[in-house]
T-cell receptor, first 113, second 111 residues
Framework: AQKVTQAQTEISVVEKEDVTLDCVYE???????LFWYKQPPSGELVFLIRRNSFDEQNEISGRYSWNFQKSTSSFNFTITASQVVDSAVYFCALNGNTDKLIFGTGTRLQVFP | DAGVTQSPTHLIKTRGQHVTLRCSPI?????VSWYQQVLGQGPQFIFQ???????GRGNFPDRFSARQFPNYSSELNVNALLLGDSALYLCASSGMLNEQFFGPGTRLTVL
């Protein structure tokens, strides 16, 4: 069975703080993909990153960085120097041998000025 | 290039009615997937279509059906609506790299 767990339901920070969103996944597939999406209040899911199971290099994109650790089945997402515009619900998702995405329950991030 | 488009944006129906939701994928993408997102939860997979063929189906009742047209646009149909069908319905299109790009969604309210 495939499963994605986002244990943090809601996180509140003050602007300029760093924040890490946790994601733990389960899969028996040897080849799989992990994703992060951002869902602002408008509802649209915004694609942030895709990582395949053979690439464990961490990735940085501006204030965003991702830490993929196969040994702990985790794919964590860090926002550095958070801004109010980062306020949204963030979803981690898994895609294995099928083409469907398995989503976690999401983490609501609130950044206060 | 235009992103994924969905229509309508919002829809209000009553129990027992049926509804048709529409989706146009990103130009060049041949695969369309449908997801249901109930308030406070993550999206749940309903269907995937590729080249007009159904490639996958989630754990949804037969009241849910879909199809894909030669231009790769897609329709999701839901019959005999229930209150529990109230949700945001998301369409995603994907190309060769497996990345799924989502549309703005259709918010369905069943009264």
């Amino acid at each position: 069975a495939q499963k994605v767990t986002q244990a943090q339901t809601e996180i509140s920070v003050v602007e300029k703080e760093d924040v890490t969103l946790d994601c733990v996944y389960e899969t028996r597939d040897t080849t799989y993909y992990l994703f992060w999406y951002k869902q602002p209040p408008s509802g649209e899911l915004v694609f942030l990153i895709r990582r395949n199971s053979f690439d464990e290099q961490n990735e940085i994109s501006g204030r965003y960085s991702w830490n993929f650790q196969k040994s702990t089945s985790s794919f964590n997402f860090t926002i550095t120097a958070s801004q109010v515009v980062d306020s949204a619900v963030y979803f981690c998702a898994l895609n294995g041998n099928t083409d469907k995405l398995i989503f976690g329950t999401g983490t609501r991030l609130q950044v206060f000025p | 290039d235009a992103g994924v488009t969905q229509s309508p944006t919002h829809l209000i129906k009553t129990r027992g009615q049926h509804v048709t939701l529409r989706c146009s994928p990103i130009s060049g993408h041949k695969s369309v997937s449908w997801y249901q997102q109930v308030l406070g939860q993550g999206p749940q997979f309903i269907f995937q279509y590729y080249e007009k063929e159904e490639r996958g189906r989630g754990n949804f009742p037969d009241r849910f059906s879909a199809r894909q047209f030669p231009n790769y646009s897609s329709e999701l149909n839901v019959n005999a609506l229930l209150l529990g069908d109230s949700a945001l319905y998301l369409c995603a299109s994907s190309g060769m790299l497996n990345e799924q790009f989502f549309g703005p969604g259709t918010r369905l309210t069943v009264l």
